[in-house]
């Protein structure tokens, strides 16, 4: 079956620890997506990347990186300048079509505790 | 600028009851699409229903329809009918096409609550 994997499911982390959180896809999507999600908020946009070597920073990029060098692989790092990163972050995808408005695909997400 | 609004933040209804999910959005553009996405208690946004601004047709998919009006601009979302299972958080999207990045802005989102 084709999906979006994030893992782990709950991952809980000490303050001042860097932390990578998981995303593959079998979907052969080009574009891919890291979102967080914080209680009675929409969800923010942290980074994204249309092409395999290639990211650009969302709307709440400091105190995250990505890198991308495969197609399917989109890990995200949550470093210790993050200074709430306590939240839920999920992973989309997406087949882009020029000119086009496509829906994105996402996975079952990870929960982030950092005491 | 782009935003959406979902002014609505917890809906509660009893089992059967018909209930509407408000979607409001703003955009200059002429051309753009609207998403509607389900985030039931497991985390995961299950997409809905994806719509371009040009098709201003309502859509019906089972227990659930969609009204789009670009007079108000608003894209709003009943579900007929109401079962325990519909209980989410349901978000609104719209698509960022001028940055040509793919992004989706959304809303904030409604949580439905549908008692038995």
């Known amino acids: 079956d084709g999906g979006i994997t994030q893992s782990p499911k709950y991952l809980f982390r000490k303050e001042g620890q860097n932390v990578t959180l998981s995303c593959e896809q079998n979907?052969?999507?080009?574009?891919m997506y890291w979102y967080r999600q914080d209680p009675g908020q929409g969800l923010r946009l942290i980074y994204y990347s249309q092409i395999v070597n290639d990211f650009q920073k969302g709307d709440i990029a400091e105190g995250y990186s990505v890198s991308r060098e495969k197609k399917e692989s989109f890990p995200l790092t949550v470093t210790s300048a993050q200074k709430n990163p306590t939240a839920f972050y999920l992973c989309?995808?997406?087949?882009?079509?020029?000119?086009?408005?496509?829906?994105?695909?996402f996975g079952p997400g990870t929960r982030l505790t950092v005491t | 600028a782009q935003k959406v609004t979902q002014a609505q933040t917890e809906i509660s209804v009893v089992e059967k009851e018909d209930v509407t999910l408000d979607c409001v959005y703003e955009t200059r553009d002429t051309t753009y699409y609207l998403f509607w996405y389900k985030q039931p208690p497991s985390g995961e946004l299950v997409f809905l229903i994806r719509r371009n601004s040009f098709d201003e047709q309502n859509e019906i998919s089972g227990r659930y329809s969609w009204n789009f009006q670009k007079s108000t601009s608003s894209f709003n979302f009943t579900i007929t009918a109401s079962q325990v299972v519909d209980s989410a958080v349901y978000f609104c999207?719209?698509?960022?096409?001028?940055?040509?990045?793919?992004?989706?802005?959304f809303g904030q989102g409604t949580t439905l609550q549908v008692k038995p």
């Open positions: 979907l052969n999507h080009d574009a």
């Open positions: 999207a719209l698509s960022d096409l001028p940055s040509n990045t793919g992004k989706l802005i």
């Open positions: 989309a995808s997406s087949h882009p079509r020029t000119g086009e408005g496509d829906e994105q695909y």
